[in-house]
């Protein structure tokens, strides 16, 4: 594999006079896409259709004619939105109106990162005139990638630039890696390709930059080419999807697995750690090297601005389920006879401070990306005397960091379930376990745990509807609510709502209805309970925190991050707006009726005055608790405690607080009658 040296470009040419051929990307010389000329700006090519195909045709194309001086091998250097990167989709090209072939995302890490050139071929190419064909099939369109807010049909392409280049002589034999200094145990062998498959922290290049920043200054007499494959908000699903264009077309000796932060929010571990292991496996079978690192994890911190996206409470959930994931991949990792870098560990266990070491709540910054870096070629034997002769200490001292990590376990994934053998007398109270995807039920007088079950993925509110005799959980990451009978406390079914993320339930007093606050969706779905679907959503502008029936069973009250909405129920829509905080996550009712939201940021409340259309200044929350209820016998009030992974009860009489039981990440809580 060749360097790329011609880097400068400008107005669609590249600038180099080195003999290059460059394709004037505003001279189409023939093409089937209607008004082609709309899309070129500035010699940059950029075509969006919601079509797939023009009528009657298989394909749109467009369409260069280049002239080649003499007979040769050539490749095709493209400049733009990689094939298939996020909201990019995928296309051909064909010379001389040939066979078709994928281009492939090929970004090379460089110490300089040579921005989104891609690199095609070699091709073989005769003296003459030729033609360059850049086809758009219909069957290469990109999925979306979030299943939220990323909706994708059709086709969206940009090339800024186009450039042939003869291919140089092939360079001298690389020395054989014996020739390295003694003590230097590096598994990758001069001469080595190496691809990053991940997500947006691959895609983002901090850990890249640092990872050829390091190989080149401890083995300067070697040669590494070394592709980014990351894509922002991907999963191992989408890294599945994409593994034969952009990893395996590349030939690759080596190749680092790095997902799991997007899917700690959007699939169970269960589900991840088997995508995780199909990449593993199809790469292996091919011949190829695999190091599967650990995801580095989120912070409840806020952002440089101050702002949040995901609130401490849930941040902190997300943290959990990533160090669920991480015992997955160290163990799938073992058991595949592959080297493993736990980047989690060093991001969360080698007495750093994290918060320096991340750019936002789930990305980590420059620094980051050095300790990501050196924790993943410390998996490949780079060593204590490698990161010295780097000549930076702060290499140094994050290796001793790495280093210095003792023995860990971390939690294995097991949401087992044990339905109710006995009601018993008394109440029960149910919560709903945000990191262990199982919702448990303890006995409200005793505190022993009397059911558990597993449901969807990150389940967060509670509803119990004593008409129907049924739990409903709200399952964030699977976009459903599970139905859980009760006394039995076994799961019967589920109530698909989409790709909105519910978090939050109401129930109708009859028990007819119930209305789920979604927050990727923005929305809030009112479902017909013995139909089991969705009758209307009602849209919010904002991302939907929680949801509460007023007592005139006509209001709803629903938490955005910028407001709490009142929407009146025969017309489906907002009517006011009351000011609160902008991390009001979650709205309660009390044995009196009385309403509070609760900011899970500054973790205080504000009482709220329906009729009003008000809320009054903010106290103390009780707890770090997104989840509190009224027991109805006592009036006390329980709070779902996720700082200290417990249900407490605040006695309505006096205030005293006690601990009824310990559940991981209690977000939901719901006091159930089994007789």
């Known amino acids: 594999m060749t360097a790329i040296t011609c880097i400068s470009i400008s107005g669609g040419v590249f600038g180099a006079d080195d003999g290059s051929i460059s394709i004037d990307l505003a001279k189409v010389a023939k093409s089937n896409i209607p008004n082609v000329a709309g899309c070129i700006t500035n010699k940059t090519f950029v075509f ?32 733009g939105a990689g094939s298939g990167n996020r909201t990019y989709s995928r296309y051909s090209m064909a010379i001389d109106s040939g066979e078709a072939v994928p281009v492939l995302s090929k970004r090379i890490v460089t110490a300089s990162e040579n ?43 940009r090339i800024d630039a186009v450039s042939i280049d003869e291919v140089p002589p092939p360079l001298a034999a690389a020395p054989a890696t014996a020739a390295r200094k003694d003590g230097q145990k590096l598994l990758l062998k001069n001469g080595d390709r190496i691809v990053m498959l991940g997500d947006s922290i691959t895609e983002e290049g901090f850990y890249a930059q ?27 699903m989408e890294g599945l999807e994409r593994l034969e264009l952009d990893v395996l077309a590349l030939h690759p000796q080596w190749v680092i697995v790095a997902f799991g932060v997007n899917d700690s929010v959007h699939i169970a571990p269960d589900q991840f750690i088997k995508n995780y292991r199909e990449i593993v496996t199809r790469l292996k079978r091919a011949g190829i090297n695999v190091l599967c690192a650990t995801p580095s994890g989120m912070i409840p911190g806020a952002d440089a601005n101050g702002q949040y996206f995901h609130t401490p409470d849930r941040a902190r959930g997300f943290d959990a389920t990533m160090a669920v994931e991480t015992a997955e991949i160290i163990a799938l990792a073992k058991e595949m006879e592959c080297p493993c870098a736990d980047v989690f560990g060093a991001f969360t266990r080698a007495g750093l401070d994290r918060k320096s070491l991340m750019g936002s709540q789930w990305h980590p910054g420059r620094e980051g990306g050095r300790l990501f870096a050196l924790a993943l070629l410390r ?26 990590m003792t023995a860990f376990s971390y939690p294995r994934y097991n949401p087992a379930s044990i339905p109710a053998e006995n009601p018993g007398d008394g109440l029960w109270v149910a919560a709903s376990s945000f990191t262990g995807n199982t919702v448990q039920a303890f006995s ?41 009978a009760i006394p039995k406390f076994e799961k019967t079914g589920t109530i698909e709502l989409g790709d909105v993320y519910p978090v939050s339930i109401a129930l109708s007093e009859d028990g007819a209805t119930a209305w789920t606050a979604n927050f990727f969706g923005c929305n809030i779905s009112e479902i017909d309970l013995a139909g089991r679907k969705v009758k209307r ?86 707890f770090q608790a997104r ?3 009224a027991d109805p016998q006592t009036h006390d009030i329980l709070a779902g405690d996720c700082g200290n992974n417990e249900i407490v009860r605040i006695s309505a009489a006096n205030g005293e607080k006690r601990k009824v039981a310990e559940v991981q990440y209690p977000f939901g809580l719901a006091i159930i009658d089994p007789k």
């Open 210 to 236: 640092h990872f050829v920043r390091l190989l080149k200054l401890a083995y300067p007499d070697e040669v590494f080419t070394i592709y980014n494959a990351g894509i922002a908000l991907n999963r191992t």
């Open 537 to 622: 959503t009602i849209p919010l502008g904002n991302l939907g925190e929680s949801v509460l029936l007023c007592q005139d069973g006509k209001t709803l009250l629903a938490a955005t991050r910028k407001f709490t909405a009142c929407i009146d129920l025969q017309k489906g829509e907002i009517t006011d707006k009351i000011n609160t905080s902008e991390y009001s996550s979650a709205l309660f009712m009390d044995s009196k009726g009385q309403i509070g939201a609760i900011d899970t940021e500054k973790w205080v409340l504000f009482p709220i005055d329906v009729q009003k259309k008000a809320a009054s200044p903010s106290v103390a929350a009780p």
């Open 379 to 404: 998996s490949l034997g780079f060593s204590q005397e490698d990161a010295a002769r780097t000549k930076d200490a702060a290499d140094l001292n994050f290796y001793k960091a790495i280093e210095s």
């Open 115 to 157: 921005g989104s050139l891609h690199e095609q071929g070699p091709v073989k190419l005769a003296t003459g005139n030729h033609t360059l064909e850049f086809r758009l099939y219909p069957e290469q369109r990109m999925r979306d990638m979030n299943r939220v807010n990323e909706r994708f049909v059709g086709h969206s392409i």
């Open 444 to 484: 409200l007088e005793t505190g022993k745990q009397v059911a558990c079950v597993a449901v969807g993925h990150h389940p967060m509110g509670l509803a119990y509807n004593s008409k129907r005799k049924e739990l409903y959980v709200a399952c964030e990451g699977s976009g459903r609510l599970d139905v859980i």
């Open 48 to 79: 969006k259709s919601a079509d797939p195909s023009p009528a009657g045709e298989a394909f749109f194309f467009v369409a260069y004619e280049f002239q080649v001086k003499k007979d040769g091998m050539y490749r095709i250097m493209i400049k």
């Open 627 to 629: 989840a509190l209820i």
